[in-house]
């Protein structure tokens, strides 16, 4: 399920394509396990498409989803926010650094 995390659409993205989209050609199909798999923002952001049963649409909706959650700009910033809130890592800390 996707539900807006910049840092995660990457990961949802291929494993959508890689077990929904490469498995089922019908456009109805896939625009309706698009609606599945999102949730919040994306799935709002999508909705519009879902009626239309059409390639095009399908398409239209992954550029969507690519454009406002899988834009290397925005997922880096995302990268760089979360960094700069991520607290101190003393020295001697080794989970921390692993965490991190």
């Known amino acids: 399920m996707f539900k807006n995390d910049l840092l995660r659409y990457p990961m949802w993205i291929k494993s959508f394509e890689t077990f929904i989209e490469r498995k089922t050609?019908?456009?109805s199909e896939r625009l309706y396990h698009l609606s599945k798999f999102t949730?919040?923002?994306?799935?709002d952001a999508v909705s519009d498409l879902l009626p239309l049963d059409s390639e095009e649409a399908y398409v239209e909706a992954?550029?969507?989803l690519a454009s406002q959650f899988g834009d290397p700009?925005?997922?880096s910033n995302a990268y760089r926010r979360k960094i700069s809130?991520?607290?101190r890592i003393l020295s001697k800390d080794g989970p921390g650094l692993t965490r991190f």
Do not use: C, E, H, N
């Open 85 to 87: 809130k991520w607290p």
């Open 25 to 27: 050609k019908d456009p």
């Open 39 to 43: 949730a919040d923002g994306a799935k």
């Open 62 to 64: 992954k550029k969507i």
């Open 73 to 75: 700009f925005l997922v």
